[in-house]
Structure formats: structure tokens, C-alpha cells
């Protein structure tokens, strides 16, 4: 089962939750071609979700002309989440499920609402300007850096981990069991650096040694928005590795 040929679904334009409504025109294994009923500026590249009856597919728009929208597949959520192998700081600590706490969220960086600075007019010293343009990014920096550690990112360790939208493995030293909730601190390496704050539950405990557990959790009480920021940065991260094993092959 899956989206079939006129069928009414919404899409989103991510990271916006805004949710439009479409026809589906005709559904391949590789495109999905969209009548949409509210027109939209829809640059190519643009990562769209598309929610069916009971299905949710993750696309990238490849056409947009009038009203008619072509967008070519990731995946579908029912088969399985795109996963990535990765390293980043990572904190996990096991919490008591009946204790309220505190829900999903996405701490970003400062600088993702730092405007351009461009020289304003001839009148000011040119090296002037560049110092005080050099000035605000390490304010930014130091800004960022201030904020994470607020929250308790700095803290956090760099670690080996496989991340997809419905959750994460990597290894802890703290001893845990399957059914056992966690919260987790995630600073995802991005430009600027994007913290996640969420919830999994522990679905599989592998001991490896020297007081080392390596565990499997599924992601709950997420946030739509959350898990969608946790989709983009996989995506673009799949795509560098592909980019730079590419380059090496060449």
C-alpha cells in the first residue's frame, strides 16, 4: 500500500510546518508528480514531505511549473529511515519514563539569523569595516559557545553513532536495559552547529568490553520539526560522504 493516482495528500516545504494540500498526478518508484491546489515558490532542491493516507514519503523537488509539481523520492517512512554513519558529541542520560520532562526541542546557533554585512559606502575605512565585520563573527562564536554550554551540549563527547529519523545507536559507559528511557543531547556539526534535545527508548544493549555498552534506541515524544531537522542533516551528510568518496576515486 502506498499513494495510488488521485489521491488528495499534503505536503510541507521544509524546515516549514506549513502544511499544503495536492492531487497526486502519477507515482513512480523513483518520481511523484503533485497537482497543487495553493501555488508555490518551490526552488529545485527543496526537501518536500508528502503525507498519505498512510504513508510518508520525503522528497526532493525537481520541477515546479504553474501548479504542477514534480518531486523525486528518498524514501518512504513504513520501509525504513535513511540512516547514516556519523561522529559528533553526543550525552545520554537514563531518566524515569513517569517523570514528566522536558519535551523535544532544537537549540540553534546565533549566527543562523546573523544578517550579511557588506561595506555600506565608500565613506568608511575599508580595513575599519573589515575588523568591526571580524569582530561581530567572534562575538558570534564565542555567543554560540556560551549558549550550548548553557544547555549542556560542551559537555557532550564526540562519538561514533548511526542516526535516522527514528532513532540512534552508539556506544555509553553506563549500564542500561532494553525498555529503559534516556535523554539525549545531540550537537549536530552543521553551519552554524544545531543542538537536539530529545527522548529514546532502549531497544537493544550489546556489551563490547571495558565497561562499554553499545545501544540501539528509538526516538519518542518527538517533535515534528525535530525529527525533520534530524532528516535534513542526514541527508546532506550522506551526500558529502558520497561527494568525498567521489573525489577520492577520481
Known amino acids: 500500500m502506498g499513494l495510488s493516482k ?6 510541507s516545504i521544509m524546515p516549514e510546518i506549513t502544511k ?14 503533485l497537482q497543487t491546489k495553493d501555488i508555490q ?15 510518508k514519503y520525503y522528497t526532493e523537488a525537481d520541477n515546479a511549473k504553474g501548479n504542477i509539481l514534480t518531486l523525486k523520492q528518498a524514501w518512504k517512512e513504513k520501509r525504513s529511515y535513511f540512516r547514516v554513519d556519523d ?11 513517569e517523570v514528566p520532562h ?12 546573523t544578517p550579511d554585512i557588506a561595506l555600506p559606502d565608500e565613506a568608511i575605512n575599508p580595513k575599519l569595516w573589515q575588523m568591526l565585520v571580524d569582530i561581530n563573527a567572534k562575538l558570534t562564536i564565542i555567543l554560540d ?10 559537555k557532550s563527547e564526540e562519538k561514533i553513532v548511526n542516526l ?11 549500564k542500561v536495559t532494553a525498555g529503559d528511557k534516556l535523554e539525549i543531547k545531540m550537537l549536530l556539526p552543521t553551519g552554524p552547529p544545531i543542538g537536539i534535545l530529545t527522548h529514546g527508548n532502549v531497544v537493544r544493549v550489546n556489551e563490547i568490553g571495558n565497561g562499554q555498552y553499545e545501544v540501539s534506541l528509538h526516538f519518542s515524544d518527538m517533535d515534528e520539526e525535530v525529527r525533520e ?13 558520497i561527494r568525498k568518496d567521489r573525489q577520492q576515486n577520481e
Not at 515558490?41 to 504513508?55: A, E, L, P, W
Not at 559557545?145 to 560542551?154: T, Y
Not at 532528516?231 to 551528510?237: E, H, L, M, P, S
Open 6 to 11: 488521485g489521491e488528495t495528500v499534503n505536503y
Open 20 to 33: 499544503y494540500s495536492a492531487t497526486v498526478v502519477s507515482i513512480d518508484e523513483n518520481t511523484i508528480v
Open 41 to 55: 515558490n518551490i526552488q529545485r532542491g527543496k526537501y518536500i514531505v508528502v503525507t498519505g493516507s498512510d504513508f
Open 87 to 97: 561522529v559528533f558529541p553526543v550525552e545520554a542520560k537514563r531518566i524515569k519514563a
Open 102 to 113: 522536558m519535551k523535544s526541542k532544537i537549540f540553534r546557533g546565533y549566527d543562523a539569523e
Open 145 to 154: 559557545s556560551l549558549r550550548f554550554e548553557s544547555e549542556g551540549f560542551k
Open 164 to 174: 535516522s529519523a527514528s532513532g540512534i545507536r552508539f556506544t555509553i559507559d553506563e
Open 229 to 241: 531537522e534530524i532528516i535534513r542533516y542526514a541527508i546532506n551528510r550522506q551526500r558529502e560522504i
